[in-house]
């Protein structure tokens, strides 16, 4: 498994949401220290299962505990404006794709995650697969 090195740095985020039209947007602005990432995923298997249950049947995934108004069994994750499942978690955007495969099989993938049905928020464990850019533009 790769290593993941961290650092702190103090950063000022500015962060939006836009439902897809673009009709809606709210802005917050806060100052706190966050890790400094050497590698893209900063997250262990560990961090996942603790915090989310993955349903590999379905492709949902679930609180493990409440969380101010969201209660204990509660699916998470939001569509983006290209159809790809999002799940926001300490403090980034996560790939709810990659965060399957992750819990999947404890490791982050070396490549793409490719849909096998070509709906990209099908994230039931039989529809991905590990793949290179190459092989996801041969099966397009």
Not at 10 to 26: A, E, M, N, R
Not at 30 to 45: A, C, E, G, I, M
Not at 97 to 106: C, E, H, I, K, V
Not at 127 to 132: I, P, Q, S, W
Request: charged share 25%; aromatic share 14%.
């Amino acid at each position: 498994m790769a290593q993941i090195g961290f650092g702190l740095q103090s950063i000022v985020c500015l962060f939006k949401t836009k439902i897809c039209d673009g009709s809606q947007f709210s802005i917050a602005l806060w100052r706190r220290s966050v890790p400094k990432l050497v590698n893209n995923n900063p997250l262990s298997f560990d961090a996942i299962s603790e915090a989310f249950c993955y349903d590999p049947m379905t492709g949902y995934f679930t609180r493990r505990y409440d969380r101010g108004h969201f209660k204990k069994g509660t699916r998470i994750g939001g569509i983006n404006c290209q159809g790809y499942e999002k799940i926001y978690f300490e403090g980034r955007q996560h790939s709810t794709s990659r965060l399957a495969w992750l819990y999947m099989t404890g490791e982050w993938p070396e490549f793409e995650i490719d849909h096998k049905n070509r709906n990209p928020s099908d994230n039931r464990w039989s529809n991905l697969r590990e793949a290179t850019p190459a092989e996801i533009r041969l099966t397009a």
